[in-house]
């Protein structure tokens, strides 16, 4: 189910809204949690099972981890009593709960690696080794890397001992499974919405307000923009590579990022939104990436909950940067491989992962801070590089991904037919006006305006008209489901 789809707007969200704000808010989470897998299994209903099983595991193996750290804690200040020492609290885990916290990670884990990467390991196998043995063609389970991810979260801040408080199986549950974020994150921490989870949260007035300001706004990024210029990079691959010349590959190139930034930024405010009018506040994935100087700022500022969970999770156990440079060169090529692996099974995804890893080294060693530095020369140089990277990201077909590259570097393919600038021509005469409309959006200043005046009526009529608008696109149009779906 799309968030910008008739069926959420106007059939599924009216229906849960209600029911949540009738309820007592210490029981909301309740109606959450039955909302959350209403709304899973009527986009995953086959895997439905998979994800009550994954929350069921782990649940158990968090609730392991934690009873043995009471009962060290308890056989600790006993064997100081009887010796009359000072009790102490041990910074070291106990070894069993670690043991107990390696099971969840391959369960995990496993789980991951078997529904999203096993078709892609048994094929490249298969062509390199000719094994005989190729995919099983499993469908993917509607969000599976994220839950995952967020899941896995939560048991290690509990091995960490980060979580405070109890928490039953029943607010877990609600925090694995909340609709506004399963599909496509941002991924949450329990730490960020587990009070409001377990304590309730009444829904003011102004949450309400706020959230419905953010939904408007994120469905008019989505269907307005993302899938008004997606349209003219599918105008672009129509033709291929050996129909358009160096300025229309470019074209194409930089529709694309316009797409998948306005589509996923467009899904976040829309998630965002929802959780305010829940009462849950949703970490930020986005700070105007486009805006940035280098590949390092932009990363900073794109997918901000999937960047630090790597960070956290995986760059800063490995060593971080507190350690030799070949070390920390190591670590970030360990993260960034992990990056393009977890977006997708596909050599166009390690490619990816190994580019991003390639230039944010480089800028860490050499020229990076200068150019956060410069005024204009960060921008041109980054105006280059997202347009080639989302490139790499986009096309799965090696073969059609270094011909695309060819013609973006003006190198001739053997038969290839281009009449000069006329393809070029024509889709700057059709969608000049989206191009500008986008260019402008994807600055700061649309935010800042909005953050500025986001009170005053005006802006509340243009966000309903854009939402009525948005709606109706919809009607005509279809449902064009998220990109990030796909991870």
Not at 44 to 52: C, K
Request: charged residues 15%; aromatic residues 18%; positive net charge.
């Amino acid at each position: 189910m799309v968030y910008s789809g008739l069926a959420f707007i106007f059939h599924f969200f009216p229906i849960f809204l209600l029911t949540y704000y009738i309820v007592k808010p210490k029981y909301r989470y309740i109606v959450l949690l039955l909302g959350s897998l209403a709304f899973y299994a009527l986009g995953s209903p086959i895997y439905i099972g998979l994800l009550i099983i994954s929350v069921a595991i782990n649940y158990f193996i968090a609730s392991r981890i934690n009873r043995i750290y009471r009962e060290n804690e308890k056989a600790e200040k006993a064997e100081k009593a009887e010796k009359n020492e000072k009790t102490e609290k041990t910074d070291k885990p106990p070894k069993a709960a670690k043991i107990w916290l390696i099971g969840a990670l391959i369960y995990d884990f496993g789980v991951l690696c078997i529904f999203k990467y096993l078709d892609f390991i048994l094929n490249a196998t298969d062509s390199i080794f000719h094994t005989g043995v190729t995919g099983i063609g499993l469908a993917l389970p509607l969000g599976i890397s994220f839950y995952t991810f967020q899941i896995i979260s939560f048991m290690i801040d509990t091995y960490r001992q980060n979580i405070t408080g109890k928490v039953s199986f029943l607010h877990f549950a609600v925090y694995a499974t909340m609709f506004p974020q399963i599909t496509s994150g941002p991924i949450t921490r329990f730490g960020e919405i587990g009070d409001t989870i377990r304590e309730g949260w009444g829904v003011s007035t102004r949450c309400l307000e706020r959230g419905i300001m953010s939904f408007c706004l994120g469905i008019g990024y989505k269907v307005l923009l993302a899938d008004k210029i997606a349209s003219l990079w599918n105008d672009v691959w129509r033709v291929g590579a050996y129909g358009i010349d160096v300025a229309t590959a470019w074209l194409g190139a930089w529709s694309y990022s316009m797409q998948i930034y306005f589509d996923f930024l467009g899904y976040t405010l829309m998630a965002t939104g929802v959780g305010w009018m829940l009462g849950f506040e949703l970490p930020d994935n986005f700070t105007e990436p486009y805006s940035s100087k280098t590949m390092t700022s932009f990363w900073r500022n794109w997918h901000i909950t999937l960047g630090r969970w790597f960070r956290d999770y995986l760059y800063i156990p490995l060593g971080g940067n507190r350690c030799s440079k070949g070390r920390m060169i190591l670590n970030m090529l360990v993260v960034w491989l992990c990056t393009g692996i977890w977006h997708g099974a596909g050599y166009n995804f390690i490619l990816w992962g190994l580019f991003l890893f390639a230039i944010l080294t480089i800028e860490k060693l050499t020229y990076g801070k200068w150019m956060e530095n410069t005024r204009v020369i960060g921008h041109i140089y980054m105006i280059i590089l997202i347009p080639i990277s989302w490139t790499i990201f986009n096309i799965a077909d090696m073969t059609q991904m270094s011909e695309y590259f060819m013609r973006m570097l003006g190198i001739p393919l053997e038969g290839m037919v281009v009449f000069g600038f006329t393809k070029f021509t024509e889709l700057m005469y059709t969608y000049w006006w989206l191009i500008l409309v986008c260019i402008f959006f994807c600055t700061p200043y649309p935010m800042k305006l909005f953050r500025r005046f986001r009170r005053n009526i005006v802006v509340k009529i243009l966000l309903l008209a854009i939402f009525w608008y948005s709606v109706y696109q919809s009607a005509i149009s279809g449902d064009n489901p998220f990109i990030y779906f796909n991870f």
